[in-house]
């Protein structure tokens, strides 16, 4: 069983297993003489894998240890971090009607309750954990963050696209594939000689692919208000995902960068499976040079399109007034609840998407991992 502290080599005191720095004197666990003491790696792992290789690229995804989710450690700041985050989104104003903006709690009665409430749920869950953590095994943290990161991401968000013209049904299949893909690529890239990781990114760029491709009787309540006010509705009906992105490319530029977008995210995440099927051999991962920015990419994929949703509308300025689902409005009140509605969207999916890869990742590392066979070590080099 694995040792649950360790000691400081300066002053003789006890510490977290997973921790940075001592809590008595401040000595600084990562630098890499009392690294070597304490038998890690500078970066803060183990000098070297389960299959006895050292891997030079180091063990961090993103400023997360391997060690750090073993322990649980990295994730009680990860959930410190996202429930402060979505507190602030929990009570910023949202506007239900495009007509006015209003406190969260005074839009129960007119928007969707659960979607509202959610924010502020998670929030205290995320706290909670950050809290007593160290009292909670990493496998409950782990757990923890990832149900509450997919219920945030998969319950919060599509029922008030309504309110910003955004998809209001939701992509089940693509909204589970990124974060399990960029799960995938965080254990492989912590743990480059895992043999099982990779079918965390394929499986992943599997439900991708299978969102896309999907027909839909009637696809634009799947894609941004843009997409409608642009394109024919003949165009958008017994359409995929795909073939909507693929019509968009070549059509007006307020659908075309948000087409371009949709299509980088299919090929990113089909790229990273297939640059996670081969195993490195050696110390260095030089296929993990490409596959990090890639996992960078599929862990915040879904914050960063609708931040790009978000600024897609700025500046948006082509009528005095539209109909919109049978009411008219004026043009810039109605941008301006498009702005205002994506930004807050943006706020509550950023902390979810970050917490449902990490969690993931984390039930890898402490529930999986443990009982899998270790990698085979590599046969040496003629």
Not at 108 to 119: F, H, N, V
């Amino acid at each position: 069983m694995a040792a649950t502290s360790i000691t400081c080599p300066i002053c003789d005191r006890d510490n977290a297993r997973d921790a940075r720095r001592c809590r008595s004197c401040g000595a600084d666990f990562e630098d890499p003489e009392l690294a070597a003491q304490l038998g890690r790696s500078p970066d803060g792992g183990a000098l070297a894998g389960d299959d006895g290789e050292i891997n030079l690229m180091g063990d961090r995804f993103l400023g997360v240890r391997w060690l750090g989710l073993e322990a649980g450690g990295d994730l009680r700041l990860l959930a410190l971090l996202g429930g402060l985050l979505l507190a602030v989104a929990a009570i910023l104003p949202v506007n239900v009607d495009f007509t006015s903006a209003r406190t969260m709690w005074s839009a129960l009665d007119r928007g969707p309750t659960l979607a509202l409430l959610l924010p502020a749920i998670a929030a205290a869950v995320g706290l909670a954990l950050a809290l007593v953590g160290r009292r909670l095994p990493p496998p409950v943290i782990a757990g923890g963050l990832a149900v509450a990161g997919a219920a945030v991401l998969l319950l919060a968000i599509t029922p008030l696209g309504a309110t910003c013209a955004l998809p209001e049904r939701t992509p089940w299949m693509m909204w589970l594939g990124y974060p399990l893909a960029a799960a995938g690529v965080a254990v492989r890239a912590m743990r480059p000689r895992d043999p099982h990781a990779r079918w965390l990114v394929v499986g992943g760029a599997v439900l991708v692919v299978v969102g896309m491709i999907l027909p839909h009787t009637d696809a634009r309540p799947s894609l941004p208000g843009e997409y409608v006010l642009y394109m024919r509705d003949a165009n958008l009906l017994d359409r995929s995902l795909f073939g909507a992105s693929i019509d968009g490319f070549e059509h007006n530029v307020m659908v075309r960068f948000l087409s371009i977008w949709h299509l980088l995210g299919r090929a990113a995440v089909v790229g990273a499976a297939a640059l996670s099927i081969p195993s490195p051999r050696g110390p260095w991962d030089s296929l993990g040079l490409v596959l990090r920015p890639l996992g960078f990419l599929l862990v915040f994929y879904i914050p960063l399109t609708l931040a790009l949703y978000t600024v897609n509308v700025l500046g948006w300025n082509e009528f005095e007034y539209l109909v919109w689902k049978g009411r008219a409005y004026e043009w810039d009140r109605f941008v301006d609840a498009l702005f205002a509605g994506r930004a807050r969207l943006l706020v509550v999916a950023l902390p979810a998407a970050v917490w449902m890869a990490a969690g993931l990742a984390g039930l890898w590392a402490t529930v999986v991992a443990p009982r899998l066979p270790a990698a085979a070590a590599p046969p040496p080099p003629r």
